[in-house]
């Protein structure tokens, strides 16, 4: 018999989404922290954004698996750190985006289902 999901409507964490867009935007360029959620926003057409509360634990986490590696701007400073995706990183993001993609269309058929039958 099936476990009963309690999360609705999507069936995969917040911090488990962030890391995949994080593992995406990567793929495409090197990024900073605040930028990231700039481009996640914008991406979402401004609808939602991670909080840097949840994305900067979550650059510390990939670069302490070697999924990114992150420089400073200025050493000296240490105010703004770069990251790029490692090739680790890019095996890993193709990992987690093919096991994601059946958890983000059901979601969709959820929502979708929701919206033809109330509305």
């Not at 999507?10 to 900073?32: C, M, N, P």
């Not at 990251?83 to 979708?112: M, P, Q, V």
């Amino acid at each position: 018999m099936g476990r009963r999901n309690r999360q609705f409507p999507s069936k995969i964490s917040t911090t488990a989404f962030v890391k995949l867009y994080i593992l995406h935007l990567l793929k495409e360029k090197s990024h900073y922290g605040n930028e990231l959620i700039d481009e996640i926003k914008e991406r979402l057409d401004n609808r939602w954004e991670p909080s840097p509360g949840m994305v900067y634990p979550l650059l510390r986490e990939l670069e302490s698996n070697n999924y990114i590696k992150g420089w400073w701007e200025e050493p000296d400073k240490r105010s703004i750190r770069h990251y790029r995706l490692t090739d680790e990183g890019y095996e890993h993001y193709k990992k987690i985006k093919l096991s994601y993609k059946d958890i983000f269309d059901e979601s969709l058929a959820i929502i979708n289902s929701v919206l033809s039958d109330i509305y």
